[in-house]
């Protein structure tokens, strides 16, 4: 197949060279220019690029400029003062430390929580059942849901006197906590409610993983001796590799910009205590107090830290012809 | 080492709209210890399903499969002491050959790390693939990806190997080593083989008998050459052998002094012998192997010669295979034509008239109505008929 | 072994095999059940709530519903009351962004896929990048362009009421922003395609768009399905360009999601029956579309 097109391409350059024959090198050089494959898509991905390009990497671009200056308050960046006063002032602000060492605890727990159960319910789902479609549309109707709403819903769930999470304790003798207060509670709670919604997406991630390992590596399994649990172990989930790791690349980067459950969960940039991470406080530090520069600066750390994650992930995909 | 036993076993399919599909309908075969057998039959014949029940991937809707007089119908898969090559090999890609290999030994003995190794090397070394133990499933060739599943199943050293057209993905000059190979290992290491696959050569030089199943049904159980020569019905008389037997439809009847078989375009009278066998259909079908027929150019001489036209000639280079129109003198028939296959050194010509002998030693007549082979070719003569092909 | 025994052994193993079986199905579904109340709990303790009077909120378990005294859909009324705008708003800058992403994603993803010339897994990556980028890293210098540098209103004050600008502003932020996720969408399907249909067509002597138009668009039509219903949950959904570039919940232009952050906000505590019945309007566009094409909707995610 790859050779015919090849050849149809060969004959299809042979053509082109044999009609700009007659002409000068220059023009034929021109020509071929605007005839070439490169232009004549320009115009499909073009546009595109450049509105995206302007709004992603433009902005990304203004948002480190503005890292470097001492903008603050109304009126407007001075652009001719500019330092890395932003990132030492970062590195002395204790609330920093603290939003990072938040960051990272919800970043590993939610990710590695989100894995887990995704795994569990795709197991379950992955195979002959009863209104399995049913269970998979319930299990990912959280995913479909606004954080705004679910914020909402959890924070009911959250109430001290009538939440259902102290009612559902309570039949064991435990509780009541204030599961939204208690700042050795806080991040836990957050990160629960967060798992209770994005669990459903790792499922369709390994449910579509599962489905497209043969039934002859399930059978080969069961021949060879495994029992359910070892075959699970040791043939499937290990092939199942590159949904964990796209999967985890998606979570890690929820992690990082988390920020829209945290704002409607309390009720503004200020988390309570034990909850803060990186993007509440870049968000509070800007759109609050306004101290734009500093925010920015956060900002950008935070593309950092994304870029960490996505550029191994990139390449990796590049590397294997997947991109 | 173990006999195996198929008692009437049965597979139900049911269908999510409710309707039952008979994959499997009581085939009963005993597999002797040591034993080569292999399945065949037309895609969907239940031959793969056969195998599956063997193997525990498949529940036994009725009947019983025992190995070594123990009835194994309810025992799952993974305790039944048996090794099987699927089609697709399912190697396991992440791990590498030597992990594959182990890995079935781990699962199903208390076997020592040390003691796997060597057995692992051993096998590796019987199947001249010591050098890719290290290596993953994806960096190798089709043919020794083919080589690892077998060595998978042979390291395990199960009392059955079960194996489901394990050759079909291997290019034809490949798939003839392979076979060849394949039964050396099977010589050697003597252990009950079900084989599954719908390729009759691999059928014909590969079992010591063979089953051929058709729409769910054992048609025979046989040795390969049993079931060329004495096909038990119009099924395996058709689907053993290629070019196939040609069956011509025929009327019986019986005149004053002989028998006739009545064509639609030529008579063949047969003697009292074979008359009685046949009495019970009115319609037998005639069949002939087609490097039966013999090819003439002299006139018809003998009562079962018929006059015919060469419509096509195949040159295969050892042999040609020549197709057969009998002339009808009434225009508003369709004309009969039939194959035989003769030397390849003869030369003929499309067109040409020529004398087809059908001898009446080799016929096979199959009754009308149930397919039921009445009377099967003389073996005896087979031999002397042989050199003149 | 005689017979005898043998078929006592076959008996008894057969009964522990039909236990076994039974028991891990049963097993099955209850995890499966289990999950389902894990799952719906906060929605229906939500739905429950909402139209709870704050008697019976009181006083009934936060999953029971409210008897028929304790039952008011007043929570509803000053709820829908409220969003109705929110609403509205949302309609009007999720709609064209979804079509406006889905459009300019299927071409991107056509001109990096099926026309071919060096350097376009380089552009691909570009767009890929995009999707991943955290929004706090763009989110002052796109606040700051529209207030400051693009303002629309201003400049289109003419043509347009402040209210529409904002909107105008909403629908090209997040075209921008989708168009990354909707190109991958695409390509993952035009990488499927066949190179020989597009070289059959080029030899036929169909030029670039042509060849966009009569085969690559409509063959593209069940993606586009996809792109919609992913893009228009994730447009709708979405929550830090409403309450950055729309700035305050008492905007004429305020959407949904915006409105919702701060519902009742002025009363005393938390008014928990008017916030779930808040959160539910909120949800319903989402969860029509979502539970109508949930198929399509995890083919949006899985990619």
């Not at chain 1, 050089?29 to 070439?36: A, E, Q």
């Not at chain 2, 089609?87 to 796997?116: C, K, W």
């Not at chain 3, 796109?142 to 400051?148: C, D, E």
């Not at chain 3, 906000?265 to 029509?288: C, F, K, N, Q, S």
Request: aromatic share 10%; net charge negative; charged share 20%.
């Amino acid at each position: 197949m790859k050779r015919l097109v090849a050849i149809l391409r060969a004959i299809r350059n042979k053509r082109r060279i044999r009609t700009d024959g007659g002409t000068t090198d220059e023009r034929s050089t021109v020509k071929r220019w605007l005839d070439s494959d490169f232009l004549q898509s320009a115009p499909f991905w073009g546009p595109p690029l450049i509105l995206m390009g302007l709004f992603v990497y433009g902005a990304i671009g203004w948002n480190f400029l503005l890292s470097l200056t001492d903008y603050s308050g109304f009126g407007g960046p001075d652009y001719t003062n500019l330092g890395l006063q932003n990132y030492s002032r970062m590195v002395q602000d204790p609330a920093i430390w603290e939003a990072t060492w938040n960051t990272v605890v919800l970043l590993v727990v939610f990710t590695i929580a989100c894995l887990a159960l995704g795994l569990v319910l795709a197991i379950l789902l992955d195979r002959e059942i009863r209104f399995g479609r049913a269970f998979r549309t319930i299990y990912l109707l959280p995913f479909a849901l606004s954080f705004i709403v679910t914020a909402q819903f959890w924070r009911w769930m959250y109430n001290v006197n009538d939440g259902i999470v102290n009612q559902f304790i309570g039949l064991f003798g435990l509780g009541p906590y204030n599961w939204l207060g208690d700042p050795r509670l806080v991040l836990g709670s957050v990160i629960f409610a967060l798992v209770w919604q994005f669990s459903g997406y790792t499922m369709v991630i390994y449910l579509a993983a599962l489905r497209s390992i043969p039934t002859e590596q399930y059978e080969a399994a069961r021949v060879d001796g495994a029992g359910t649990f070892r075959m699970y172990w040791r043939v499937i989930v290990p092939q199942l590799r590159p949904a964990i790791v796209s999967a985890t690349v998606v979570l890690v980067l929820f992690a990082l910009k988390a920020f829209d459950f945290l704002y409607a969960v309390f009720d503004g940039y200020r988390p309570r205590q034990g909850a803060d991470i990186l993007a509440t406080k870049m968000m509070r530090e800007g759109f609050n107090n306004s101290e734009w520069a500093y925010s920015s600066a956060i900002g950008l750390t935070l593309f950092i830290l994304s870029l960490a994650v996505i550029a191994p992930y990139l390449y990796t995909q590049y590397k294997r012809g997947n991109l | 080492m173990a006999q195996t036993k198929l008692n009437d076993v049965t597979k139900v399919f049911t269908e999510d709209d409710g309707n039952e599909i008979v994959a499997v309908d009581e085939v009963s075969i005993d597999i002797d210890d040591g034993e080569f057998l292999v399945l065949v039959g037309p895609s969907g014949c239940g031959k793969s399903t056969t195998l599956r029940m063997v193997a525990g991937l498949e529940s036994i809707s009725s009947g019983e499969i025992s190995l070594d007089d123990r009835v194994i119908n309810d025992i799952p898969a993974k305790n039944r002491d048996i090794a099987m090559v699927f089609q697709s090999y399912a190697l396991y890609p992440h791990m590498t050959v030597r992990e594959n290999m182990s890995f079935g030994l781990e699962e199903s003995t208390d076997m020592p790390d040390d003691e796997i190794d060597e057995r692992v090397e051993e096998t590796a070394e019987m199947m001249g693939i010591e050098e890719l133990l290290d290596r993953k499933p994806g960096e190798l060739s089709g043919g020794q990806q083919q080589r690892v599943a077998l060595g998978r199943a042979i390291v395990r050293d199960p009392s059955v190997f079960l194996m489901d057209e394990p050759l079909s993905n291997l290019d034809a000059k490949l798939r003839a080593e392979m076979r060849t190979e394949l039964q050396r290992l099977q010589e050697e290491l003597d252990t009950t083989t079900v084989y599954v696959t719908h390729d009759q050569t691999e059928a014909m030089t590969m079992g010591d008998r063979v089953a051929i199943l058709n729409d769910g049904t054992l048609q025979q159980v046989g040795t390969p050459l049993d079931c060329y020569h004495r096909p038990a019905n119009l099924f395996v008389a058709g689907f053993v052998g290629e070019p196939s037997m040609n069956f011509i439809d025929t009327d019986l009847h019986s005149e004053a002094d002989e028998t006739i078989l009545q064509a639609d375009l030529f008579d063949y009278s047969i003697s009292d012998e074979i008359a009685t066998k046949v009495s019970d259909s009115s319609d037998p079908v005639l069949g002939i192997r087609p490097e039966d027929i013999g090819i003439s150019e002299d006139p018809p001489s003998d009562k079962h010669d018929v006059a015919a036209t060469i419509d096509v000639i195949e040159p295969m280079g050892d042999e040609n295979i020549v197709y057969l129109q009998f002339d009808s003198e009434d225009s508003s028939r369709e004309a009969e034509s039939i194959i035989a296959t003769i030397g390849g050194m003869r030369q003929f010509e499309s067109g040409q008239t020529v004398t087809a002998h059908i001898p009446e030693d080799a016929i096979h007549l199959f009754h009308g109505e149930t397919g039921e082979a009445l009377h099967n070719r003389r073996l005896e003569t087979a031999e002397s008929q042989a050199p003149q092909l | 072994m005689s017979e005898e025994t043998l078929s006592a052994g076959q008996s008894t193993d057969d009964e522990r095999v039909l236990d076994r079986i039974s028991l891990t199905q049963a097993g099955l579904y209850t995890s499966l059940v289990g999950l389902v109340l894990f799952y719906l709990v906060p929605v229906q303790s939500g739905f429950v709530t909402s139209i709870k009077t704050s008697d019976a909120l009181i006083n009934t378990q936060p999953f029971a519903p409210p008897g028929p005294n304790g039952a008011t859909l007043e929570s509803w009324e000053f709820a829908f009351n409220a969003l109705s705008q929110g609403l509205i708003n949302s309609l009007l800058f999720t709609v064209p962004a979804t079509v406006l992403c889905a459009v300019l994603g299927s071409m991107a993803a056509y001109g990096l896929t099926l026309v071919n010339w060096r350097g376009q897994v380089a552009v691909f990556v570009l767009f890929i990048a995009g999707i991943f980028i955290p929004y706090q890293a763009v989110i002052v210098p796109l606040t700051q362009f529209w207030s400051q540098y693009a303002m629309l209103d201003h400049r289109l004050g003419l043509i347009l009421s402040s209210h529409h600008a904002t909107i105008l502003e909403l629908i090209i932020t997040h075209t921008a922003y989708g168009i990354p996720i909707c190109t991958l969408l695409f390509r993952s399907q035009y990488k499927t395609m066949s190179w020989e249909m597009i070289e059959a067509a080029r030899l036929d002597g169909a030029s670039v768009w042509r060849i966009y138009r009569r085969i690559v668009l409509p063959l593209s039509i069940p993606m586009f399905a996809v792109v919609f219903i992913f893009q228009f949950t994730q447009i709708w959904n979405e929550f830090l360009f409403s309450l950055t570039i729309i700035g305050s919940v008492n905007d004429s232009a305020a959407s949904a999601t915006l409105i919702l952050s701060g519902l009742g906000e002025a009363l005393e505590g938390v008014d928990y029956p008017l916030r779930m019945a808040g959160a539910l309007i909120t949800a319903i566009p989402t969860l029509i579309v979502y539970l109508l094409f949930a198929d399509k909707f995890a083919e949006g995610v899985r990619v």
